[in-house]
């Protein structure tokens, strides 16, 4: 056995993908698995985007990213509210995040995510904020 770093190789995705849903189908558990990315736009150009995946019963945030000149103009919060809105009522139980203290833990405490835990480090701005939001 070789162990060696692979990049764009389709066969990852595909072992991963059939493996994921084969354990999930093996343990008795809906795999409910999708991938998401929701972008704002202007002009055709790309201003804000959120990706992720969905899978069992949560949704899980893993990059929001808004360009530097549309910052605190109310679209990371559409963009939030749009993955709140695509998994309603979908049988995913909640959504998860995580964030960097440089980033923007308290962007979430706005919009109604809960605090669950802080992964605490000597520089305050790479302490990690984990979130959490029941989905109605």
Same mark, same amino acid.
């Given at each position: 056995?070789e162990?060696?770093?692979?990049?764009?190789?389709?066969?990852?995705?595909?072992?991963?993908?059939?493996?994921?849903?084969?354990?999930?189908?093996?343990?008795?558990?809906?795999?409910?698995?999708?991938?998401?990315?929701? +972008? $704002?736009? %202007? *002009?055709?150009?790309?201003?804000?985007i959120?990706?992720?995946? =969905?899978?069992?019963?949560?949704?899980?945030?893993?990059?929001?990213?808004?360009?530097?000149?549309?910052?605190?103009?109310?679209?990371?919060q559409?963009?939030? +509210? $749009?993955? %709140? *809105?695509?998994?309603?009522?979908?049988?995913?139980?909640?959504? =998860?995040?995580?964030?960097?203290?440089?980033?923007?833990?308290e962007?979430?405490?706005?919009?109604?995510?809960?605090?669950?835990f802080?992964?605490k480090?000597?520089?305050?701005?790479?302490?990690?904020?984990?979130?959490?939001?029941?989905?109605?």
């Amino acid at each position: 056995m070789e162990i060696k770093r692979i990049t764009d190789d389709e066969r990852s995705g595909e072992f991963i993908n059939t493996e994921f849903s084969d354990y999930a189908t093996d343990c008795g558990v809906a795999l409910n698995f999708e991938e998401f990315c929701f +972008a $704002a736009e %202007e *002009d055709g150009a790309i201003v804000g985007i959120i990706t992720g995946r =969905a899978y069992y019963n949560e949704v899980h945030i893993g990059d929001l990213i808004v360009g530097k000149n549309y910052r605190r103009s109310g679209i990371g919060q559409k963009l939030v +509210a $749009a993955v %709140e *809105d695509a998994y309603k009522g979908k049988g995913y139980e909640k959504i =998860a995040l995580t964030t960097f203290g440089f980033q923007a833990p308290e962007f979430y405490k706005k919009l109604g995510y809960e605090l669950e835990f802080v992964r605490k480090d000597a520089d305050p701005k790479l302490c990690k904020y984990f979130y959490l939001k029941r989905l109605q």
